[in-house]
């Protein structure tokens, strides 16, 4: 009995070390990989993402919607906006659980999140999340939006870091990424001080 005691008492000092540090690895890689997960219906945002991705070397995500969006039917997004109507999805292909922070790029329909965005974060558990947001407009978005969305993604459990607006309105693709690479060069990413930029 003594015996077993003891082994017991040795297997426990050996493998207890071992154990806490696999599970602080675990630990570090769930918090820091970071997911941009990005909506854009005419291609600014897109230009957006792809130099996030680009700069941080990090996964992307594109949320695509089966409703029809262009010409007449951009009274879909106007509808969606107003009567809070969920999106179409398209295929989700990442699990977003997985990853922490969050990026997300989407452009503002109406002073909100578009609707697609709004669909995809409603539709999953991102309790404790700690997300990075990035607005796309074309000037007519301010500092009530920004705490509309604020409060949107902390009514999901959901942690700001930050916050930043770019302008794309008579925007060449050029000028977008430079004001993406200003969010970046501004310690944007910094998961320590949760900041607010907007570029106009
Ligand atoms: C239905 C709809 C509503 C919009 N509402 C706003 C708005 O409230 N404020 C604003 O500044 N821009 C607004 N915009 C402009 C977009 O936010 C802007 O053009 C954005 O950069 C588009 O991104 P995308 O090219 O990735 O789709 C709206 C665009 C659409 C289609």
């Known amino acids: 009995m003594l015996c077993r005691v003891f082994l017991l008492l040795i297997m426990t000092l050996v493998v207890q070390p071992f154990a ?3 599970a602080s690895q675990q630990h570090q890689e769930v918090e820091w990989k970071p997911l941009i997960v990005y909506y854009s219906l005419s ?3 897109a230009v957006v993402a792809r130099e996030l991705e680009r700069a941080l070397g990090c996964r992307l995500f594109e949320i695509t919607s089966l ?3 262009t010409g007449f039917w951009t009274v879909n997004c106007v509808i969606d906006q107003l009567f809070d109507r969920d999106d179409l999805p398209g295929p989700v ?10 990026i997300l790029a989407c452009p503002i329909w109406i002073h909100r999140f578009a609707s697609p965005m709004r669909t995809f974060l409603a539709g999953r558990s991102l309790d404790g999340k700690e997300v990075f947001v990035i607005v796309t407009h074309q000037g007519n978005c301010g500092v009530k939006d920004e705490q509309a969305i604020r409060r949107f993604l902390a ?5 700001v870091k930050g916050y930043a607006a770019v302008l794309t309105r008579n925007r ?3 000028e977008i990424i430079d004001a993406t690479r200003q969010c970046i060069e501004q310690n944007f990413f910094d998961m320590e001080k949760a900041v607010s930029i907007t570029n106009n």
Do not use: C, I
């Open 67 to 69: 409703r029809r969006r």
């Open 43 to 45: 291609g600014s945002t």
């Open 20 to 22: 806490l540090q696999a």
């Open 93 to 102: 292909t990442v699990d977003a659980a997985q990853y922490n922070p969050l």
């Open 155 to 159: 009514g999901r459990g959901m942690q």
């Open 172 to 174: 060449t693709q050029a």
